[in-house]
């Protein structure tokens, strides 16, 4: 995500020494990782970590999202679910902005399932 952001992005960046605990010089996406840091879209983890192996989760994305859109502190309305979560007030923002609608699909699990690659195997076995 970082990469791709990186060469999508116009955005301003700070000029600030950003570096990563697990993210080292010829990490093959380095360039990119501290380039959407110094924009302020992806600021990494509490323990100075960028973990960029790791799956990005729809609560990151959201609040991506919202910093691409300015963080804009005007609230939306609000989301099921999402009362006291981290990335609330990203959700309710990328909601007022039409982006997403909250909704969770009725067969998420299924399709979750589906589009990971792995070999089935029947519970009685």
């Given at each position: 995500m970082a990469a791709l952001l990186g060469r999508v992005s116009?955005?301003?960046?700070?000029?600030?020494?950003?570096?990563?605990?697990?993210?080292?010089s010829t990490n093959w996406a380095n360039k990119e990782?501290?380039?959407?840091?110094k924009m302020g879209l992806m600021v990494g983890y509490t323990d100075r970590s960028f973990r960029p192996e790791q799956v990005i989760t729809h609560a990151e994305m959201v609040?991506?999202?919202?910093?691409?859109?300015?963080?804009?502190?005007?609230?939306?309305?609000?989301?099921?679910n999402t009362e006291g979560h981290w990335a609330q007030s990203a959700m309710e923002l990328v909601k007022a902005a039409g982006i997403i609608s909250g909704d969770t699909?009725?067969?998420?699990?299924q399709i979750q399932e589906a589009s990971i690659d792995h070999e089935h195997k029947d519970a009685t076995e």
């Open positions: 116009k955005i301003a960046m700070n000029e600030v020494n950003i570096s990563y605990t697990d993210v080292s990782i501290e380039e959407v840091s609040v991506i999202l919202s910093s691409w859109l300015g963080n804009d502190q005007s609230r939306g309305d609000s989301l099921p699909h009725w067969a998420f699990e």
